[in-house]
């Protein structure tokens, strides 16, 4: 008898254990869920400027487009490709520049020039459909995407010579 209830005490005092385990667990393991989401939704913006500022660069290439229209297809693809984040449109940057001659435009840039289009956003100004509490990552943290492409613009080249010949 005696041994049933000190056996019963034991299985007791393992069930209090179990129940105080998951409740701490649960305070323990949240902030580390919440924390691997807001990473992820991080990683998602910076994924959707880089492929945004491919595009402009993209564009940009083909030495058709000035800086603001190469600027209004980076805005234009973050708006429209990416149904879950709302970007404040006044707080995006976009930076188009011409790494081998600075200060020229994509449309004038020569063959081979490096053209560089950056877009980037404070984490603050950007919002998510589905955002269910405050973001963990601080507000000043800027998110940043690159894309370099070279210039595919066609070389002038002088008139054919003239055979000796003739």
């Known amino acids: 008898m005696i041994l049933s209830r000190m056996q019963r005490a034991r299985d007791r005092r393992g069930a209090i254990v179990v129940v105080e385990f998951a409740v ?20 998602e913006l910076q994924q959707v400027l880089s492929n945004a500022a491919r ?11 000035t800086s603001t229209q190469v ?14 984040i709302v970007i404040n449109p006044a707080k995006l940057t976009i930076t188009i520049q011409n790494l081998s001659s ?36 601080s507000p000043n943290t800027i998110v940043t995407g690159t894309g370099v492409w ?15 010949y003739q």
């Open 102 to 137: 600075p200060g020229t435009d994509p449309s004038q840039a020569n063959q081979l020039d490096q053209i560089q289009v950056t877009a980037s956003i404070p984490f603050s100004d950007v919002r998510w459909d589905v955002t269910v509490f405050k973001p963990l990552i």
């Open 55 to 65: 595009e402009g660069g993209r564009i940009a290439a083909a030495g058709q487009a």
């Open 150 to 164: 070279y210039s595919l613009r066609d070389q002038t080249y002088p008139a054919p010579p003239t055979p000796s």
């Open 24 to 43: 701490v667990v649960s305070f323990i393991l949240m902030p580390l869920l919440l924390g691997i989401w807001e990473l992820g939704r991080i990683l």
């Open 71 to 84: 600027a209004q297809v980076v805005a234009n693809y973050i708006n429209q490709n990416n149904p879950n």
